[in-house]
């Protein structure tokens, strides 16, 4: 139990840690003091220079933004490797994030027919919509209907069956697309938080934080799964209502934050077996830890993507990729997992 | 205590079940014997509830036995599975505590933990409470499975409990095969009923209140174990049976059958 507290105590440090360097660094430099004088100045109405409105309008917002993008992902991750018990699932792998990207590629090549349908919020509702479609395709495709039960093995072949096509239909979209276009599908296919707004970040917040509270109820009953999925029908888990809760709970939150972000890979699949390497595999503290380091991993990678070639920006999946792969070879040579 | 009526049971349209019928009393060790595929693992999953079955009844205590919600029936009945796979690392311990999960919400913390020191200190494992599940030997596997199995039998009205097991001994010696039976026999004593799938039959034989025999989806025999008619071994496992006394115990001896000429 103590050593819980110390693990939660290190997470939470070094996402405060990284919260405040990433507010710092970047295309323009703040202090915390920067930071104070600027709320102080718009919550008694005073005028902002130009720097202090990046800062707060820009600067700030993105960074939680990130924080919550990076907890949303990871806790995902968690969730999916729970209910599939299977370490090598992620919210990418079933096809959650290529649909999403596929949305809103169709929306950057045919963007005026689907501003005319949903209005200011088409690209959020088109991917939102493309993760949504993929993601059930993806289950459906892998489920045997005898025993409505998804077989791992088809789940993850069919997910890159389905991930094909969508990076075709993306490569189609992108073939199409006229110059300011492509370049659009081509960031957002590799993830950025460059639209991080105060209302976006609202939004996130909402539905991760109850993404998180809702699967931190079901933390008991994933527990149990680890034993088996027939072992936890004995221990009294209505194993079914389970799995429809985690996948909704899953498809919820990963579409709607691939909405605004574009694709980002690898947290949802390295930050669940870190923690599982720093305690245990306890479903309870692995949902709290993989939204506190997923955070702070996307942070500090979104502070990577601003800082070194600023005042242009390195896509996010570039980053997350280059950290996230030779952790993940790392940790599956080490672990001696079974598949 | 459980009570089943003509069930007939298919799967993926081979007739695994074959109109059996059978009643398991309470309190006594009933074990279920017979040939490989001959249905065991599906009688045994069928009677503790862990899938809906085709046709015919199920009672558990003169109740239909698709009455009981699943959490209900968590706190009645424990069932150890053939195989068990992890796909985690994770702690002895924590294993053993999930046997409790049923209770989580109606005990207390202490009442719980009472029931996970008593099942540790019973089957031994204290030595290795809170090594990784994964770095166990086959045996040890075994015992933190029972230890879990009992964790969730655990408690004062062991009387209305079912245990359910499948093949428990695979994994042990001959030594902690003999421990083992001994503290089922303490179960039933106790006053939990015990259905048990078992291989060893020499085993099943002279611990058993009730035997089961099945063949091809049928059941043979049920009944006491000394009223079992030596041409059933014949017929179903294709050995000769025959009995004798050593000091003030009754063995079983087994030997193959020579292939008859046809």
């Not at chain 1, 096809?95 to 949305?103: I, K, P, R, S």
């Not at chain 1, 639209?195 to 109850?210: F, P, R």
């Not at chain 2, 005990?107 to 990784?132: C, Q, Y």
């Amino acid at each position: 139990m103590n050593k819980l507290i110390y693990i939660y105590s290190f997470l939470a440090l070094a996402m405060v840690f990284s919260i405040l360097l990433a507010i710092s660094f970047g295309a323009s430099e703040y202090s915390v003091s920067d930071l104070y004088f600027s709320f102080s100045k718009l919550f008694k109405g005073e005028e902002l220079t130009m720097e202090e409105k990046i800062l707060l309008f820009i600067r700030v917002p993105r960074v939680f933004f990130a924080v919550l993008v990076g907890g949303i992902l990871a806790m995902g991750g968690t969730l999916l490797q729970a209910l599939f018990r299977n370490p090598i699932v992620e919210p990418g792998m079933i096809g959650t994030t290529n649909g999403a990207a596929a949305g809103a590629a169709l929306f950057f090549v045919l963007g005026q027919f689907w501003l005319n349908t949903f209005g200011e919020f088409a690209l959020p509702i088109m991917a939102f919509l493309g993760g949504l479609g993929t993601t059930f395709l993806v289950l459906a495709l892998s489920t045997t209907e005898k025993f409505q039960k998804t077989n791992v093995l088809y789940l993850l072949l069919i997910g890159i069956a389905i991930n094909a096509v969508c990076l075709s239909l993306i490569g189609l979209m992108s073939y199409w697309a006229r110059d300011p276009q492509a370049r659009s599908i081509t960031f957002w296919s590799l993830g950025t938080l460059s639209g991080a707004t105060w209302q976006n970040l609202t939004w996130v917040a909402i539905v991760g934080i109850s993404g998180l509270f809702g699967s931190l109820m079901l933390s008991k009953k994933l527990d149990t799964l680890m034993l088996g999925e027939q072992e936890a029908h004995y221990l009294g888990v209505r194993v079914q209502k389970l799995r429809i809760q985690v996948i909704l709970i899953n498809v919820f939150t990963v579409s709607f934050v691939t909405a605004f972000t574009g694709v980002i890979g690898f947290v949802g699949l390295i930050v669940p077996h870190l923690l599982r390497i720093l305690y245990k595999s306890d479903h309870r503290y692995l949902l709290i830890g993989s939204f506190l380091l997923g955070g702070t991993l996307i942070c500090l990678s979104d502070l990577a993507c601003r800082y070194f070639i600023a005042p242009a920006e390195i896509p996010l999946s570039v980053i997350t990729s280059l950290i996230g792969v030779p952790i993940f070879i790392f940790l599956l040579r080490k672990n001696n997992y079974r598949f | 205590m459980i009570r089943v009526e003509n069930l007939y049971h298919q799967i993926k349209g081979k007739t695994i079940l074959d109109n059996i019928s059978l009643e398991v009393e309470k309190g006594k060790l009933t074990s279920i014997i017979g040939p490989n595929g001959a249905g065991k693992t599906t009688l045994i999953h069928l009677m503790a509830g862990g899938a809906p079955y085709q046709r015919g009844n199920i009672y558990l205590k003169d109740e239909l036995l698709s009455k009981y919600s699943i959490p209900e029936l968590s706190r009645t009945r424990a069932l150890l599975a053939q195989q068990n796979s992890l796909s985690f690392p994770i702690a002895v311990y924590d294993i053993i505590e999930l046997g409790r999960q049923p209770f989580s919400r109606l005990e207390s913390p202490e009442k719980s933990k009472e029931a996970i020191e008593r099942s540790v200190a019973l089957w031994g494992i204290e030595d290795f409470i809170h090594r990784d599940y994964l770095s166990l030997s086959g045996g040890e596997k075994q015992r933190v499975q029972f230890a879990r199995v009992w964790t969730q039998l655990y408690g004062e009205d062991l009387k209305e409990k079912v245990l359910f097991l499948d093949e428990p001994l695979t994994y042990l010696d001959i030594s902690h095969q003999l421990d083992f039976m001994d503290e089922i026999q303490k179960l039933t004593q106790q006053g939990v009923t015990v259905v048990a799938i078992f291989h060893q039959l020499e085993l099943a034989l002279k611990y058993s209140d009730q035997i089961v025999l099945m063949d091809q989806g049928k059941k043979v025999y049920s009944g006491s174990t000394k009223d079992l008619p030596p041409h059933f071994f014949e017929d179903v496992f294709r050995v000769s049976a025959h009995w004798y006394r050593e000091g003030l115990d009754n063995h079983i001896g087994f030997k193959k059958l020579s292939k008859q000429p046809s």
